[in-house]
Structure formats: C-alpha cells, structure tokens
C-alpha cells in the first residue's frame, strides 16, 4: 500500500478520499471540497493497492472490473472526476510513469497497435462493435448516434442534442438535393438517413461492422428509401467512384497516424473537383500522444485520438485545403453523463446480456471519457476541406442559415 498512498498523497487535494486496505487499515486523502461528499473506496486483497500504483491508466480499470477496487461510497463516475480534477491537462504528467523507460516502451506500444491494415482494421471493428445492438439502445438516443451531442441549452435533451449535432454538421457541407455523399464510417445509419430526408442527397454509408450495416439497412428499408441511401460492408480502401460530398464521423479514431497519408489521399481521389468533406473527431487538445492502454486493450483496439496538428499535416500533403475549423470544447461532457446514466438505469439488463464485469468495464469506459472530456487533453474537432477554393461561399453565413433552417425540420 505504501506506493499507492504515495501516489494518493501527491494527487489528491482537493476532495476527500477515504480509502479501506485489505487488512482493514484506513488512509485519508485531500480536504473537504465545497458542495462534495466524501468517497471511500476498498480494496479486497494484497496485491490491489500495488497493481494500481505500479501504472495506474490500466491497473485502476481493471481492478474496478475485478471487483478487486470498491466504491462503497459515491460511484465510480465521482471517484474518476476527483482523480482527474486534481490532475487536469494543465498539470499533465502528475499520473504519468515516472521511468523514462516504461515511458518509452508505453509508447512504442501504441505506435505499434495503431497500424491498422485491412485484417485488422476489420478485426478491430468487431471488436469495438459487433456486439449486440441492444447495448446500445439501452444508453444512446433513439437515432443510435455514437458520437458527442451538440447542446445550445441547458433543457437540451440527448435526442435533441444529437438532431442538433446533426444539424451542425449537415450545415456545413452546403448539401444539395441529388448530389452523391459517402459516409465513412456510417455507424448503424442515422446521420446517413438524416442527411437523405432533410437535403435529398443520395447516400452511400460504409462501416466494417456487419451489425451496423445490417441494422443501416433495416432502417432504410423501414423507411422505404434503400434506392437512394445505401450501406456497403466495405474498407474505404476498396471504394471506388466520385463523391460531392464526404463525411467522415468518429471514424478517424479508428484509422490510426501511420494510415493518415493513405486516408486523406483516397478522399481526395473519391471527392468531386469542387466537392466539400468534413471531419469530425475526437481531438487532443495539446501535441500528438499515445492511447492509454486500457482503451486500446478493453474498448477501442487500434484507436488513436489525433492531435489538431497531426489530421492537418496530412492532409497539406494532398492538397487538401483546411477551409474551416472548429474545436468543441465541452459539448461531449454532458452526452457522457447522460450515457452513463442510462447504462446505470439499464444495469439489470446489461448485467443479463454480458456480466457484472462487463457491467463494471462499461461504467469505467463511460465514466472515464466524460472526465477525459471535463478535465482531461480531449475535444472535438471539426475539419472542412474542399480541393478548390471556389467550392464554398466566402463568408460561413451559408453554415448559420442552413443550421437554423435545419433544427427547424
């Protein structure tokens, strides 16, 4: 316990913390913060207090999902925040391996998993998704949109929020009714049937997850317009044909630095002269990192989370013009909280489809993200490029017009 509580003594100021060892000895960590009850955690045998302390970013995860870490006091949600808010991206490197060594070798680890050729590409893609869709009924909104909310108010709901996102970025490609748009990473087919029904675009989704696909199809079939938005189980390496428009939504995590080149040269191949792409990811706010490895073991396989400097390099070498860029800051911290609550409202249910330690995975995922978004390096980015720069009005008057027309819809 001796290495952990040094650990704890360092981080935590602000909040307390009362955490029980095996042996039933209790430490007290932080001072009272203003509004915050405190949190009191257990550890259930010897050798938890060391796993943790040795590299916290895996050791914490994974005995919380052992049940070897226990929160008796407060959940997982609020001892993730305590931990993070005393440790925020403007103090980085509190929690960061001490040993140059394990630093180095950290990193060459992610370097390595983020190469994500074709077979793994798709064997990532299963990974991360093909497990059942009800998982993802139980805590998305009712579109299935697995990426941020974009909140205007505070009486914002989740399945407005995710209208509103749709809207944002809808606005922003200056969409025509019968243009061709490739959806790269079409996830289970929301954004793709959006698109359709308010612009009249013909839409052409792909993934590598069978279930998403099949789910995409079902709803355009449901929705009688399988002629005109489609959903193709196929890597954007294979894709041929000419597009107006391209999005690319949460899609770029999953292409990894060392494919960068490759991604943005196939886009520019299959985007019109005077076509319009969008980009939107999960961004580092600061310079280029690496995964912290219990999401690349447990969650997202080969995922990346790109640094601002990084998706433009690459796409300077293709001659792809940045014509506007936006960084949304907070917009993922409240459609985190709102995912985990649902999952903690669906426990049962989740707990019968997998297990409790699934359950526990789940709750440090969600959890974790929001912190990473409330206090950590992460964002979003928006990134519109165009090959010509006649393609788009001068002004972004068109964005603000089309987004107010949209959420009218």
Known sequence: MWLLDKLLRRLVRRGELVVTDHDGKIYRYGAPDPGRAPLAVRLTDRGAAFKIARDPRIGAGEAYMDGRLVVEQGDIRELIDLLRR????????????????????????????????QRRSKRNAAHSYEISSRLFELFLDRDLQYTMGYWTGDTDDLDTAQQHKMAHI??????????????????????????????GADVLGIALAEEQIRVARARAAAEGVSDRVKFELIDYRNLEGRFDRITVVGMLEHVGPPQYDGFFRKCRDLLAPDGVMLVHTIGRIGKPGVTDRWTSKYIFPGGYIPALSEIVSATEKQRLIVSDVETLRL?????????????????????????????????????????????????????????????????????????????AL
């Open 86 to 117: 005393n440790a925020p991206w403007e103090r980085s490197g509190i929690i960061k391996p001490k040993s140059p060594l394990r630093r180095a070798a950290q990193s060459a680890m992610g370097r390595i998993d983020r190469v994500n050729w």
């Open 331 to 407: 917009h993922y911290v409240p459609t985190l909280e709102h995912w985990y609550k649902r999952a903690e409202a669906a426990r049962e249910e989740i707990v019968a489809l997998y297990d409790e330690r699934f359950f526990r995975m789940w709750q440090f995922y969600l959890a974790g993200s929001e912190a990473a978004f409330r206090h950590g390096g992460m964002a979003n980015f928006q990134v519109q490029l165009i090959r010509d720069r006649h393609a788009l009005p001068i002004t972004r008057d068109y964005m603000a017009e089309a987004e107010t027309r949209l959420r």
């Open 170 to 199: 809808a606005a922003k490609l200056d969409l025509r009714p019968g243009q061709r748009l490739l959806d790269i990473g079409c996830g289970w087919g929301g954004f793709a049937l959006y698109l359709h029904r308010t612009t």
